[in-house]
């Protein structure tokens, strides 16, 4: 069954160093969404994209994010100059826009841990 | 902005018996309502999925329904095994972002 695949599994890296996330979303789908969840809290929005562009972004999604579609199965989500409340786990999601059901597939997550 | 809250937040059960689930938000304009399953260290497994028209959903062991008019949604599992220990979330679609808005999850723990 097609599923939606992230990696790394795990990064760690230090304050002020750019991390770039990588995901490769279900292969017909044409919606990406990215979304966090630090740790013992709700899973947050971050940003949708659609046609090689954002389409919605939470006030979470500062500039110092940015999300690109740089060939026709990767979607990732650069973080350009971490913090240490950046550390959390990042899931990329994807859905169809054709089945009408708007249902989101999720990956197994980016657990990002910046020190 | 959509305020979604389950409960209990924990919930600790003998294998074998039914539960539920519950799920409350506060805008009733939702999209549709998403029940995902979570495992320690883990990604987001969707369940079921309601959509606004509907009333519920069935997948096994596993009933969801949805009252927007309450702002309600149940999942129900029927006869519980060790292996349904996990977090359960529960997700409404904002109608106009399209962005998932999740509760915090109830933690269930079946013991055999």
């Known amino acids: 069954e097609p599923e939606v695949t992230q990696t790394p599994s795990h990064q760690v890296t230090q304050m002020g160093q750019e991390v770039i996330l990588r995901c490769v979303p279900i292969?017909?789908?044409?919606?990406f969404y990215w979304y966090r969840q630090i740790l013992g809290q709700k899973v947050e929005f971050l940003v949708s994209?659609?046609?090689?562009?954002?389409?919605?972004k939470s006030e979470i999604f500062d500039d110092q994010f940015s999300v690109e579609r740089p060939d026709g199965s990767n979607f990732t989500l650069k973080i350009r100059s971490t913090k240490l409340e950046d550390s959390a786990m990042y899931f990329c999601?994807?859905?169809?826009?054709?089945?009408?059901?708007?249902?989101?597939?999720f990956g197994p997550g980016t657990r990002l841990t910046v020190l | 902005k959509q305020e979604v809250t389950q409960i209990p937040a924990a919930l600790s059960v003998p294998e074998g018996e039914n539960l539920v689930l519950n799920c409350s938000f506060t805008?009733?304009?939702?999209?549709?309502l998403q029940w995902f399953r979570q495992d320690p260290g883990k990604g987001l497994t969707s369940l079921l999925l309601?959509?606004?028209?509907?009333r519920e959903q069935t997948s096994g062991r596993l009933n969801a329904s949805l009252d927007k008019s309450s702002g309600r949604s149940t999942l129900y599992i029927a006869a519980s095994q060790p292996g349904d220990s996990a977090t359960y979330l529960c997700?409404?679609?904002?109608?106009?972002?399209?962005?998932?808005?999740f509760g915090k999850g109830t933690s269930l723990l079946v013991t055999p």
């Open positions: 994209f659609y046609n090689n562009e954002i389409s919605e």
């Open positions: 805008d009733s304009a939702i999209y549709n």
């Open positions: 999601a994807s859905r169809d826009g054709l089945s009408g059901t708007h249902e989101q597939f």
């Open positions: 292969s017909n789908h044409l919606y």
């Open positions: 997700a409404g679609l904002d109608p106009h972002w399209y962005a998932l808005n």
């Open positions: 309601i959509q606004s028209s509907q």
